[in-house]
C-alpha cells in the first residue's frame, strides 16, 4: 500500500495545455509539499500545505496553483505549459513541518 | 533565511573504500538534518535524520552521520561503499521555526566494482 502516491507518472503534452497532477498519502500526515527536480537533479520546493492551508510559496509562477481539499490531498494544477517546466515534480507528506518527509514516486512531465 | 550546502558534486569511488560526504547549512536557529538518496530512477528516501541528543547518528544501509553545531555541518560516511551504493545523495535541513525543508544540490556518488 503506497504510502505517497502520485498519477501520473509520466506526462507528455504540448506548449500552451493546462494540465493536473494528483497526489495522495495515506499516512495521516498534517504537511504536504510540492518539490521540482531539475535536469541537474536540484531539488526546489515549491509550496508547502499543512492541514489544507497553504504555508510557502516560493516564488513560483501563479500559472501553477496547488489545491487541498482535504489534508490527505494535495494536487497541483499547471496552466499555460511552458518549455521550462518540463521536470520531475515530486509530492512529499510530513508528520509535521519540521520533520522528515516521505516522497511519492514522482511525475516526469514533458512540454514539447 | 536558510541554505543548504554540499560540497562533493560528482564522486568516484571504487568499491570497499570509505565514503564521506560534506553538508553545510546556514540558519540562525535550532535546525532539523537529514540525509537522503535517490537510486536512479527512483524517490527519496530517508537515510537518516538528527533532530537532538547524540549527535552521530546511524541509519540504514551501514550509512551514519555527525552533527557538529560549531562548523554548521552534517556530514555522511560509510566505511566500506558498495556498487549498489552508486545514487544521488542530498542533504536537506528545515528550522524549527519555519517548516521549510530545503534541500543541498545533490551529490552523484559513482562507485566501481
Known amino acids: 500500500d503506497t504510502a505517497v502516491s502520485q498519477t501520473p507518472k509520466y506526462l507528455v503534452t504540448q506548449m500552451g495545455n493546462d494540465k493536473s497532477i494528483k497526489c495522495e498519502q495515506n499516512?495521516?500526515?498534517?504537511?504536504m509539499y510540492w518539490y521540482k527536480q531539475d535536469s541537474k537533479k536540484f531539488l526546489k520546493i515549491m509550496f508547502s500545505?499543512?492541514?489544507?492551508?497553504?504555508?510557502i510559496n516560493e516564488t513560483v509562477p501563479n500559472r501553477f496553483s496547488p489545491k487541498s481539499p482535504d489534508k490527505a490531498h494535495l494536487n497541483l494544477h499547471i496552466n499555460s505549459l511552458e518549455l521550462g517546466d518540463s521536470a520531475v515534480y515530486f509530492c512529499a507528506s510530513s508528520p509535521r513541518g519540521n520533520a522528515e518527509a516521505f516522497f511519492g514516486q514522482g511525475t516526469r512531465l514533458t512540454v514539447v | 533565511a536558510q541554505s543548504v550546502s554540499q560540497h562533493n558534486h560528482h564522486v568516484i569511488l571504487s568499491e570497499a573504500a570509505s565514503l564521506e560526504l560534506g553538508c553545510n547549512y546556514s540558519y540562525g536557529g535550532t535546525v532539523n538534518l537529514f540525509w537522503y538518496v535517490q537510486y536512479p530512477g527512483q524517490h527519496l528516501q530517508l537515510l537518516l535524520k538528527?533532530?537532538?541528543?547524540?549527535?552521530l547518528v546511524k541509519g540504514i544501509k551501514g550509512f551514519e552521520a555527525e552533527f557538529i553545531k560549531s562548523k554548521f555541518s552534517f556530514n555522511l560516511r560509510k566505511p566500506s561503499v558498495q556498487w549498489s551504493d552508486t545514487a544521488e545523495y542530498f542533504c536537506a535541513v528545515v528550522g524549527s521555526n519555519t517548516g521549510k525543508l530545503i534541500f543541498g544540490q545533490g551529490t552523484t556518488l559513482q562507485v566501481k566494482p
Open positions: 499516512l495521516g500526515h498534517d504537511t
Open positions: 538528527y533532530f537532538s541528543g547524540d549527535p
Open positions: 500545505y499543512n492541514n489544507k492551508e497553504l504555508i
